[in-house]
Structure formats: C-alpha cells, structure tokens
C-alpha cells in the first residue's frame, strides 16, 4: 500500500511554478530520499506533506485518503528541521516531550515514551539540560528524539544532517536508519547531499526544477541512470559524457573506430548515423601504457593526486574527460591507452537525454 501519493501535483507561488505535475508513490514504512540541486523544490514537496504548504492542482493522498484540504494539525505527522527549532527555554525531555503534552497524552505514558526517546538517542543524563548547553550533535538528536516520540505515521525530515560536521553526520546517518528499523514510520527525508540520499534511502526521488527525473534504488540511480541529469548529478566528480555516433558497427572514438560489442549493437540498433551520447563514469576508466584489444590512444593533459586516489584528465571528441585511478602513475603529457570497459559504458539520446537502455550480457562476453 502506498502511504503517500501525489498525482498530478502542481505548486505554484503567485506564476512561478515550483513543482510541475508530480507523480509520485511513496510506500509504507519505506526511506525515501527527495533529492536535488538548491532551488529544485524537495522542501516544498515535504511541506506540501505536512500541510504547511497547501497543494496548487492535482490531489494528495496519506494512507489512501485525499489530504488536500486536511490540516496540517490533523495529518500524523512529525518533522524535524534543518535548525533543529527546539525551544531554547525548555530542557531536554521537556522538549522531547513537549508534542505529547500538547497532544494531551497522559502523563505516564508521556513520561515512558521520552524516556525511550532519549534512551533511543544515547541522550541518558542530559534530560535536564537546556538546548543552548548542549552540541549540534546532541541537539540534533534532541530533535531526532522529538520526532520519533510522536510515533507519527510520516517522520518528515529536511537536511536535518547539514548543520554537523563530517564525522558526526556519518554516525547520525547509522542512527537515522536505526530509528526508521525501531518503529517502521515512513521516513521521507530531504537531502542535497548524494551520500546521505545513497546510503540512507530505500529508494531516491531525484527532482530537477520541480520535475521528478528518476524514483529508483540507490542502485539502479547510480548504475542504471534514466537521463543525463540524474548520470550526472549523483557521483562525484560527475560521470563524463561524449558526443559520439554508430557507424555500420563502429562506435567513433577519440579518431578511433571501435567494434561495438554485440549485446550493445542489439540494444542501439535504431542508432546508427545518428549523434548519440556516450556516459562514462570518472572511476570506470582504465590507464594502460600499451594500447589493448578495445583502447583508444589518449595525451593526459592535467594530473590531480588527492592522496588516496589521482585524477587523469584527457580529452576525447572534443570533450574534456577525467578518469580516476587508485595510484600516480603517469605525468602530464604522457601518451598513454584508455581501455575500454564497454560493461560500464550509458548511452543516451542526443536530444531528449533519456538513457537508451541497458544489454542483458552472456556470462562471459563483454567483459574486460
Ligand atoms: N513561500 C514561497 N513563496 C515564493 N517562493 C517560494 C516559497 N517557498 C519556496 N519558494 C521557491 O520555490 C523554490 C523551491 O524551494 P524549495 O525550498 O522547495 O527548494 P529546495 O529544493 O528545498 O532548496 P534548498 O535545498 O535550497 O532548500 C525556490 O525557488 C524558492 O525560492
């Protein structure tokens, strides 16, 4: 059962249109990622979720039922922010528990769910603290701990991560997804950050000026992208993509001619004479000093090391690609081999960018 569904969702501010025409099913008790560049709308879809903003055209359904016109105060919701928005005046458990009190549930039961909470959050001794003597980290579980004291059937969270440093956001994410195993709620959690949409969500809705570009696995969003946008915008550095073309069986390659391997001529066969666009990910390319079967000669122009690994930029059809490999071991100016892995390779559409597909490959053929 689908727990969330826009269909045909549109919202507007006054004549900009923010979200175009959304189509989107989230599932009960699923992680789903909103991810996007700044701007894209993802704050707006959640808010749109919890009735803070109102839904322009089309309808909104939570658990099967049309919400356009229910109350945010009576949709099951809890949500934490970015900036955490506890009150600075109250302690710790009075801040978890302060949407129970509000609720009017009875003072047992309050005082047993926060101190789950905060045992859940690893927040044990701080209960009398006030906000301002506290961490980001603590303070962004508070938050957490507030959320999760609702026992609301949709935990809304938007970039409640960014505010942390690089090593407590990488626990928080471990505990954020401890949390969603405790009590199974949806989570629909806002992100920029394609770490956090990767490793958190169940599936990732990516979203480019307000329009969904794929809903997918973090897999299938990272190995099977459905257009250009999403190849590029997940993985870093971006994957490089080429303006090529088919000629008879040839793919044209750095004034190369390379024999297209056979389950990718079945799968490109309406593609022949026509621009086409090759998507190579930097972390798929191969360096070798001699040429091979399936390589294309290649003069590195520019060397990054970034300790663990180093970054080889050359350019090919006219397109500057980077490669990056695990160890240094070509100079700028080197005249080296890029070996084909043609498993790796993502062909789209030159004009509509939409992915051409996938081959099934046999077992043995095609690999490098
Ligand atoms: N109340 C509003 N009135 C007018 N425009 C708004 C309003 N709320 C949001 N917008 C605009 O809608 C667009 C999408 O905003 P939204 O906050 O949903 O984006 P976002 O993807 O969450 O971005 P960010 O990651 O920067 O928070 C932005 O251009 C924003 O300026």
Known sequence: M??????????????????NEL????????????????????????????????????????????ANQVDSG???????????????????????GYGLRVNKVPKAQTYQRVG????????????????????????????????VV???????????????????????????VKIHELYGQTFVYVTHDQIEAMTIGQRIALLND????????????????????????IGSPSMNIMETQITASYLELAGEKIKLPGPWLEQLKNYGQVPIKLGVRPEDIRLTKKASGLSVPITIKYVEDYGNRVGYYF?????????????????????????????????????????????QWPEEEGKE
């Open 23 to 66: 189509d989107l099913a989230i599932k009960k008790g699923e992680r789903l990622i909103l991810l996007g560049p700044s701007g894209c709308g993802k704050s707006t879809v959640l808010r749109m979720i919890s009735g803070l903003e109102s839904v322009s055209s089309g309808s909104l359904y939570l658990n099967g039922e049309l």
């Open 2 to 19: 689908n727990s969330i569904e826009f269909v045909g969702v549109t919202k507007s501010f006054g004549e900009t249109v923010i979200i």
């Open 210 to 233: 307000g329009v969904l570009q794929m809903l997918d696995t973090p897999y299938n969003v990272y190995h099977r992208p459905a257009n250009i946008f999403t190849a590029t915008f």
């Open 74 to 96: 009576d949709r099951s919701i809890a949500m934490v922010f970015q900036n955490y928005a506890l009150f600075p005046h109250m302690t710790v458990a009075e801040n978890v």
């Open 315 to 359: 350019d090919v059809n006219g397109q500057e690609i980077i490669g990056i490999i695990p160890e240094h071991r070509y100079e700028k100016g080197a005249h080296i081999h890029w070996r084909l892995n043609s498993r790796k390779w993502h062909f789209f559409d030159d004009t509509t960018e939409r992915s051409l597909g996938y081959p």
């Open 116 to 147: 789950e909470a905060i045992a859940t959050l690893g927040l044990e001794g701080l209960e009398d603290r006030l906000p301002k003597d506290l961490s980001g980290g603590q303070r962004q579980r508070v938050a957490l701990a507030r959320g």
């Open 150 to 176: 609702k026992r609301a059937d949709f935990f809304l969270l938007d970039e409640p991560l960014s505010n942390l440093d690089a090593q407590l956001r990488g626990q928080a994410r471990k505990e954020l």
